[in-house]
RNA sequence: GGGCGGUUAGCUCAGUUGGUUAGAGUACUACCUUGACAUGGUAGGGGUCAUUGGUUCGAAUCCAUUACCGCCCACCA
């Protein structure tokens, strides 16, 4: 016999099969169209990522899937890769160099960013090593940079493209400007908070005049970008005002009132002062007006030299300043709370400035509309469907997408202009006169290269070539995708208009947004608030498996995941229990073929065991199936769980111990079958634990070591083995079994105390099972002895119970608490003719027999007759006692 | 402000088109070291199914209402 270890020693089996699988090249893919294929992407991570909880399960739930499919004969393809990240890897670099006290500057482009490639090569790939370990089946072989030279190709020949197809323009606009990274970011790249600041009244006084507006502002700073006060044309404190001028504070500088109804007349004093160049709105309402949009802050949000005294200042200093100053000036009314949203990065938490610039942008409304087509046709598939909604909202809704960034790390926009001419030349090659072109400097979102992700892996070239690519036939479009529901607009609903866009066809078939992973108290995992243990810990002290294992059997559809750290007990516990289970099997296997030698092979015949576990088993597979299917994943794993834990090892296991010493001329038979469950389990399991699975799967049979369990054929479905009749039966024989436990327990008889039992079954069915299980109830509720009989002496010598048709006497040698029997007894009775009640009650309403369908009015009948016949027997019992 | 989802045992969740005395895991309690497993076994206690009203012979399930939680979108200076 093999080696079958104690315990399972995860940290070896997990670099051994890594290492196997991947020097194996197990899961490198070449298109075969023979077979039928199954291509995921995977939703590349940042270069500077590290392993969290939202990768486990981008990972884990494909690699499910990917592995399920390769053992049902799929050729599987899954293929990794990362995300250049634009900002956080800038950032990264920026913060090494402001530790030799260096700014990028001091390095110049070029070199800066050299060195974020050498960055790249050293730090980059940890979190590929990561997935790794997580036992992700991907193609390694086919691992893609959004920065790789194709991946680069393909970027600007959507650029050229779009741009010559009007789609991309560069435009003047507010932008959101995240003052840390110094860039423009796009609206999806943001997010608002609540926050309370002061709402600041200031005077405005009319051209020569005693009069004055007052404005209420929150942002005093920026009125040195004035350019008008606005009211609403209904307000009547203000009519007389509206084309007249007020001194703008400081400058000495006269702007006009405005009357624009965008101004809410209940809003503070009712007067806006407008900053077209520092607020969305207030751009709007300038182009309205046509008023000049002047710039009052630096790219560092500090006050520039427009501002007068208060140059330098950056805007929290300023604005105290500048509040000092009006008050000296008399010009400040009052101050009061203002609870308001306000706009933050998410990438460096910075609070966003409105800022006015020359931006480059993409025409979505055009892109969008075969996108919101390809969902509403079925041709995609969200789950849950309540992400299709939310999809429909902001397609319908979409705005034009700002692409440029003023980085340095990234895809350089492929635009120059002509040094004389002013000229613009967009192409995928630079000019063939670099020296009178200066390119644009800015380089392109990190999603306008992921976007193309599911196109660009597989070596698309919006060209010709395209016809004969047979990677690019074969995989594409993908089959599935697991993101996270945060990155639904920022990269799948990018990635849907790229694909109709450039193939005509979409990227993926069906996206599930799996869940979120918060802590035990709901709250975002986050690092600033330090409120969860690192994944990567935890698979070391639990086991990769454990870990997928608990995830998985957390994350139900649509709903977020309260995970802790003992949690992962489960995963844990599971994996143990199967290990043990199948350390158990050999022994047995071994121990049999030694003790049977010499015992001839009886023919062997399949009883209620067989037949009940055979449809349990086809019943967990069918499950199983249509969890997966429906992306139930949560109920995938409970209801393997459940299979093997209740019912593989607590019953059949359990019962088959004693079955093969009862029939020792079959134990060879029964051993071998309980092995094939076992590794038809195995199979089953393989997708979502699949180091365990390899480990026991080479354990359990000899001359497996060229094999991999990931390519042994997923267990086929037997419908006509799942019998309910044969289920039925079974749970007849637990109840039996527990109610005798219970019986023991109740009457004080500790279980080590063989006692001697009478039954008395009042149908033949019920007399069938018992002789039948005599031999195993025994056992199992370590009787002496298990009579049938067909009616009790009344003497006081036992305790009862009754269990379906079944009454059950518990011999006490004299022990008996006669009154704590009749207690216990009269208290069932009691209930049962309370719930005899409800049942009469409804048999005998003229309503209820009238509407209800015949087959609910007999349930309800066969009830009542079951219930009767129960109270009947236990009434027997207490006057047997009395 | 608009939209969506949720509320079932201490906790995490099931509950199929309305027809169980409402289930599971976990936690808790008791007993058990019985030759796979104490990361285990056997059993037990624990729920007015968020509120109020309606439809129905019958509601955790359908409808409406309220409350609370969460998410998304927009954003008022």
């Known amino acids: 016999m093999k080696e079958f270890p104690k315990n399972f020693d995860y940290h070896t089996s997990e670099l051994k099969w890594q290492k196997y699988w991947e020097d194996n090249k197990l899961y490198e893919s070449h298109p075969n169209t023979e077979k039928p294929k199954y291509s995921v992407v995977i939703p590349p991570p940042n270069v500077t990522g590290s392993l969290h909880f939202g990768h486990m399960l981008d990972i884990t739930i494909p690699d499910i899937y990917c592995r399920r499919k390769r053992m049902e004969g799929f050729e599987v393809c899954w293929v990794p890769g990362m995300d250049h990240a634009g900002i956080a890897t800038q950032i990264m670099v920026e913060k090494e160099l402001a530790k030799e006290g260096k700014t990028k500057y001091d390095l110049g482009r070029d070199k800066f960013n050299e060195l974020v490639w050498q960055w790249k090569e050293k730090n980059g790939g940890t979190i590929l090593n990561q997935i790794r370990k997580l036992g992700a089946s991907v193609d390694w072989s086919k691992e893609r940079f959004t920065l790789d ?284 006169d ?181 449809s349990r088993y086809n019943s967990t597979l069918i499950n199983t199936a249509k969890y997966l299917k429906e992306y139930k994943l949560n109920e995938y794993t409970k209801s393997l769980y459940n299979f093997v834990w209740n019912d593989f090892c607590d019953w059949y296991i359990e019962l088959m111990k004693i079955k093969v010493s009862e029939q020792p001329s079959n134990a060879v038979r029964i051993i071998d079958g309980a092995i094939n469950y076992y590794d038809n389990i195995l199979r089953i399991l393989h997708p979502v634990i699949p180091y365990v699975t390899e480990e026991l799967w080479h354990n359990i049979e000899e001359g497996r070591d060229d094999k991999s369990i990931s390519f042994a054929s997923s267990p086929s479905v037997d419908e006509t083995k799942i019998r309910a009749g044969s289920e039925d039966d079974f749970e007849k024989v637990k109840e039996l079994v527990t109610s005798m436990r219970n019986l023991k327990k109740d009457n004080g008889i500790a279980p080590s105390v063989r006692s001697n039992v009478l039954v008395n079954p009042s149908t033949a069915e019920g007399r069938k099972l018992v002789e039948q299980f005599s031999s195993y109830i025994k056992k199992l509720c370590n009787l002496e002895s298990l009579e049938i009989v067909n009616k009790i002496d009344d003497n006081n010598e036992y305790a009862s119970s009754v269990v379906n048709d079944v009454e059950l006497y518990l011999s006490l040698e004299g022990n008996l608490d006669s009154e704590k029997q009749a207690e216990k007894i009269s208290k069932e009775i009691e209930n049962l003719k309370k719930y005899l009640g409800t049942l009469d009650k409804k048999l005998t309403n003229e309503n209820f027999l009238s509407k209800a369908s015949n087959e609910v009015v007999e349930k309800e009948k066969q009830k009542q007759s079951e219930t009767k016949d129960k109270l009947d027997k236990l009434e027997k019992m207490v006057l047997k006692k009395s």
């Open 149 to 432: 030279e194709g991946l680069s190709l393909n970027v600007r020949k959507v650029f050229v493209d779009l741009y010559k197809k009007g789609l991309i323009y560069r435009g003047n606009r507010i932008v959101n400007w995240d003052p840390v990274s110094q860039t423009a970011v796009s609206d999806d790249e943001i997010f608002h908070e609540e926050r309370t600041d002061k709402l600041y009244f200031i005077k405005y006084y009319l051209e020569n005049s005693d009069e004055f507006i007052t404005i209420a502002t929150t942002r005093p700073e920026t009125l040195f970008g004035d350019t008008a006060v606005a009211v609403n044309p209904n307000d009547k404190r203000y009519k007389s005002y509206i084309g007249k001028k007020v001194n703008l504070p400081f400058l000495n500088k006269l702007i006009p009132v405005v009357a624009d109804d965008y101004v809410d007349i209940e809003f503070g004093t009712g007067a806006l002062k407008i900053t077209p160049a520092h607020d969305v709105n207030d751009f709007e309402v300038g182009q309205r007006h046509d008023l000049e949009a002047v710039i009052v802050l630096t790219k560092e949000s500090k006050l520039n030299e427009y501002t007068g005294e208060f140059k330098g200042l950056d805007i929290f200093q300023a604005r105290k300043k500048i509040i000092e100053r009006l008050k000296e000036l008399d010009l400040l009314v009052k101050i009061e709370d203002l609870t308001h949203n306000i706009a933050i990065s998410d990438r460096t938490k910075a609070v966003i400035e409105p800022y006015l610039s020359e931006q480059w942008f993409v025409k979505m409304k055009e892109l969008a509309g075969p996108a919101i087509e390809a969902v509403k046709s079925g041709d995609i598939k969200f789950y849950p469907d309540r992400y299709t909604k939310i999809y429909f909202h902001w397609m319908n809704n979409i705005r034009d997408w700002c692409i440029s960034r003023q980085l340095w790390w990234g895809h350089q926009i492929p635009i120059w202009y002509h040094k004389n001419t002013g000229e613009i030349y967009c192409e995928v090659d630079s000019p063939k």
């Open 434 to 614: 670099p020296e009178n072109w200066i390119q644009d400097e800015d380089v392109l979102d990190t999603w306008f290269s992921s976007w193309l992700w599911p196109l660009s892996v597989f070596g698309w070239e919006n060209s010709e070539k395209d016809k004969t690519n047979e990677w690019l036939n074969y995989y594409y479009p993908t089959d599935f995708l697991s993101p996270g529901p945060d990155i639904i607009y920022l990269w799948v609903a990018r990635m849907i208009m790229a694909g109709l866009e450039y193939t005509g066809k979409v990227p993926f078939r069906e996206v599930y947004f799996h869940s979120i992973i918060r802590d035990n108290k709901g709250i975002k995992m986050s690092k600033t608030l330090g409120n969860y243990s690192e994944p990567l810990d935890l698979m070391d002290k639990y086991g990769t498996d454990a870990m997928r294992f608990t995830i998985v059997y957390l994350a139900p559809l649509g709903s977020d995941v309260f995970f802790d750290e003992d949690k992962t007990q489960i995963g844990r516990n599971f994996v143990t229990k199967l290990w043990n289970a199948g350390r158990f099997l050999m022994m047995m296997k071994d121990k049999i073929s030694e003790d049977t030698r010499d015992i001839p092979h009886a023919d062997y015949k399949n009883d209620l065991i067989d037949s009940w576990i055979e």
